[in-house]
């Protein structure tokens, strides 16, 4: 079992910044892939960013340039950068830790922490 929890969430202005955290419960980078999702009232849970076992990032097309995905192997912690927020970045955030073995998918997910950009 893998636990996950989520911190650095809050309510930010519009061209603000937060760092959000994911500390997982035991060493797990060097086999799992972990993302950072995000999901809105009435919307699909959606992949922000992500960061392979193997070291390779990913994000979505509305965060690049503005979202940093990072990770801290001594702390087994999970982190997510974002700088020049927008409204449409309120959503609740979720740490995803995901592998695959012999096709067979095992994941994990943190509680979520809900992120509000308002002014």
């Known amino acids: 079992q893998v636990q996950l929890v989520e911190s650095g969430g809050g309510l930010v202005q519009p061209g603000g910044s937060l760092r959000l955290s994911c500390a997982a419960s035991?060493?797990?980078?060097?086999?799992?892939?972990m993302g950072w999702y995000r999901q809105a009232p009435g919307k699909q849970r959606e992949l922000v960013a992500g960061?392979?076992?193997?070291?390779?990032?990913q994000y979505a097309d509305s965060v690049k340039g503005r979202f940093t995905i990072s990770r801290d192997n001594a702390k087994n912690t999970v982190y997510l950068q974002m700088n020049s927020l927008k409204p449409e970045d309120t959503a609740v955030y979720y740490c995803?830790?995901?592998?695959?073995?012999?096709?067979?998918?095992?994941?994990?997910w943190g509680q979520g922490t809900q992120v509000t950009v308002s002014s």
């Open positions: 995803n830790a995901e592998k695959y073995i012999v096709g067979v998918r095992y994941y994990y």
């Open positions: 035991r060493t797990i980078f060097d086999i799992y892939n």
């Open positions: 960061i392979s076992s193997g070291g390779d990032i």
